[in-house]
């Protein structure tokens, strides 16, 4: 039993190692400059890529959407016919991390609307 965890610990350990090898061979910068722009079936793009997007925006949909599952997860948990310790617990987990995100988004200043 030692002999086959050790060698599962081995090769979990040469996987990650050739994962971060992987990664950092292939994360070398390119300096291309046609990478940032769009490609529109090889010819060169008629106009600009795309247009300014507000990130402040973007982050508040993200929470909307995120307020909006968890809510529709908790809201269910109780119509469950085993209602057990686990699920108490998790649902108070995803409570806790939501709010704790909240808070933090909050100190960012990234719900500041002006």
Known sequence: M???LFCFFCLFLLVLLLGLILLIDFSKENSFEDKGCSF???F???SGSGFPF???FFIISL???LFD??????CFYPMFSVFSFYLFYYSWWVILMVFFATIYEWFKGVLSWV
């Open 54 to 56: 507000s990130m402040q």
């Open 40 to 42: 529109e079936c090889g």
């Open 69 to 74: 599952v968890e809510i529709l997860l908790v």
């Open 2 to 4: 030692k002999f086959f």
């Open 63 to 65: 929470m909307f959407l």
């Open 44 to 46: 060169q793009p008629f």
